[in-house]
């Protein structure tokens, strides 16, 4: 075979390689650099919220007051460039030069808001609604947590001492572990479908409407 003929057919054969090599940069290097990127910034948001959430209960421990800063949007812009070349003489067998390449960049832009006034009070210290505390029962948390963290206090009706109210605070230490044991006590009962979490319907003629309004501001 001719010298001619046999760098023709290297050179082809090199250019069908540096073809498959650029189509598998392109098909390989961009989902993997996307998915580690998603999971990325889930992994940082959710790692700052929860500084900030012990951030701030170390406030309100030493009395001062809470900040709260979310993390509206984040968008990010990736780009992604594959490249390749081969440069060869037609006249000698021992001269090519192979260039296959890549590249990604990546713009985050993130939009920080502080949490503060009207939006404040509505997010943070606005008590949760009948509606919302029902769907948060019914998902598959564990009910106590929720209780602890949603239920201020514990009005008991005791045919004995009457009256009474079991606060959910570490300051009042046995109003607080007999709160502990009460929550644990109903999930266990929710946990064994003995307890039914849901609204409480009442007919409207089979109460006064003094009564009515009474139950609508307890």
Same mark, same amino acid.
């Given at each position: 075979?001719?010298?001619?003929?046999?760098?023709?057919?290297?050179?082809?054969?090199?250019?069908?390689?540096?073809?498959?090599?650029?189509?598998?940069?392109?098909?390989?290097?961009?989902?993997?650099?996307?998915?580690?990127?998603? /999971?990325?910034?889930?992994?940082?948001?959710?790692? &700052?919220?929860?500084?900030?959430? +012990?951030?701030? #209960? *170390? !406030? =309100?421990?030493?009395?001062?007051?809470?900040?709260?800063?979310?993390?509206?949007?984040?968008?990010?812009?990736?780009?992604?460039?594959?490249?390749?070349?081969?440069?060869?003489?037609?006249?000698?067998?021992?001269?090519?030069?192979?260039?296959?390449?890549?590249?990604?960049?990546?713009?985050?832009?993130?939009?920080?808001?502080?949490?503060?006034?009207?939006?404040?009070?509505?997010?943070?210290?606005?008590? /949760?609604?009948?509606?919302?505390?029902?769907?948060? &029962?019914?998902?598959?948390?564990? +009910?106590?947590? #929720? *209780? !602890? =963290?949603?239920?201020?206090?514990?009005?008991?009706?005791?045919?004995?001492?009457?009256?009474?109210?079991?606060?959910?605070?570490?300051?009042?230490?046995?109003?607080?572990?007999?709160?502990?044991?009460?929550?644990?006590?109903?999930?266990y009962l929710y946990s064994t479908h003995r307890l039914y979490i849901g609204p409480i319907v009442y007919e409207s003629?089979?109460?006064?409407?003094?009564?009515?309004?009474?139950?609508?501001?307890?």
């Open positions: 075979m001719k010298p001619e003929k046999q760098v023709e057919r290297l050179f082809v054969g090199w250019i069908i390689v540096i073809t498959l090599l650029i189509g598998a940069q392109s098909g390989c290097v961009s989902p993997l650099a996307i998915n580690r990127a998603v /999971l990325a910034y889930d992994q940082s948001v959710t790692k &700052a919220e929860n500084e900030l959430l +012990l951030i701030n #209960l *170390l !406030r =309100m421990r030493d009395e001062e007051p809470p900040h709260f800063t979310i993390m509206a949007s984040i968008a990010a812009t990736f780009d992604f460039r594959v490249r390749g070349g081969l440069i060869g003489q037609a006249l000698h067998e021992d001269f090519f030069g192979i260039n296959v390449g890549s590249e990604a960049a990546e713009n985050p832009t993130a939009t920080i808001i502080p949490v503060q006034g009207e939006e404040f009070t509505r997010r943070v210290l606005l008590p /949760l609604d009948h509606a919302r505390f029902e769907f948060l &029962a019914h998902q598959p948390y564990h +009910l106590s947590a #929720l *209780l !602890r =963290m949603a239920v201020r206090e514990v009005d008991v009706a005791d045919e004995i001492a009457g009256q009474r109210v079991i606060v959910n605070s570490p300051g009042y230490r046995e109003n607080y572990q007999e709160f502990r044991r009460l929550v644990l006590h109903l999930a003629e089979s109460i006064s409407r003094t009564t009515f309004w009474t139950l609508e501001q307890s």
